[in-house]
């Protein structure tokens, strides 16, 4: 491990130990597995409480990510249910979307600690999140969420370093975002669209696309995959399958994104406007 990340990784536990005790928002991420690790070799797994929230825009294989993780760390858990749709400012779907779903999520978590008698609560942020559009943040940040990976400057890769190191699964798994973030701003959010749109990615992950994105445009799928794995998608037998799939999932057309994958592609459009 760099000198310069084990620093990190140090101050990291210093900072948690300052907690006390302290709820993670966890859901079986690269961030949110290596911090609940980290907050257990800190604190203890006594003073450590996993909360997971389950919402229409919560993919499956996440959760069951999630309960692997938590037979190896043996920490504390907790599930409840959140109704996204019924989020003011959610289903609707506009450019603040995410702000009232982490808002109404984090207020949830929050509930959780309180009756656990926890006295922080903190997410898995880190400082590569600080370079994109995450209203979300506004939300964590008026709620008092600490998020300690952006205080002592831990980057992504150096996450993924320390994951590695530390033997979780987790260190080389992609990132999935909130399968909302699937669909263009203004376009309303249903419980039917998140449907189509995890089926179609369980698709794709079941067929090896582990990094990959299923865009909804209406009734058209547009499918993002990295680059070097284009040629590959567009094979006729594997093609067959994918479109197959898709369509079973729901959609009628299916469209494969020559620009390949990039997470928060849907942002292109604010950016545009």
């Known amino acids: ?116 008698h926890c006295a922080y609560v903190a997410d898995g942020a880190n400082v590569d999140d600080e370079g994109d559009y995450r209203p979300g943040m506004k939300a964590t940040a008026e709620l008092g969420i600490q998020s300690p990976f952006r205080q002592v400057g831990l980057t992504k890769d150096e996450l993924r370093q320390l994951s590695q190191e530390f033997g979780l699964f987790t260190w080389n798994k992609p990132s999935y975002a909130c399968l909302a973030s699937r669909i263009p701003y203004g376009e309303p959010i249903t419980a039917t669209k998140l449907q189509m749109i995890e ?24 499918i993002e995959v990295p680059q070097v794995a284009i040629e590959r998608i567009a094979q006729p037998e594997l093609r067959q399958k994918v479109v197959a799939a898709l369509k079973a999932a729901g959609f009628t057309y299916i469209s494969l994104d020559l620009e390949g994958f990039r997470s928060g592609s849907m942002n292109d459009a604010l950016t545009a406007k």
């Open 1 to 116: 491990m760099q000198a310069e990340v084990q620093k990190k990784y140090e101050n990291l536990l210093e900072q948690l130990r300052g907690y006390g005790s302290v709820a993670v928002a966890f859901s079986g991420g690269v961030d949110s597995a290596l911090l609940l690790y980290a907050a257990r070799e800190a604190l203890g797994k006594e003073q450590v409480l996993a909360v997971t929230v389950l919402t229409p825009s919560y993919p499956a294989h996440e959760a069951k990510d999630a309960a692997r993780l938590l037979q190896q760390l043996q920490v504390p858990h907790i599930e409840v249910g959140v109704d996204q749709l019924a989020v003011p400012g959610f289903a609707e779907n506009g450019p603040e979307r995410c702000y009232y779903c982490k808002l109404a999520l984090f207020e949830t978590v929050q509930e959780m600690a309180a009756l656990h």
């Open 199 to 222: 089926a179609a990615e369980q698709a794709l992950l079941d067929l090896g696309f582990a990094e990959m994105r299923v865009r909804y445009h209406g009734g058209l799928a547009r």
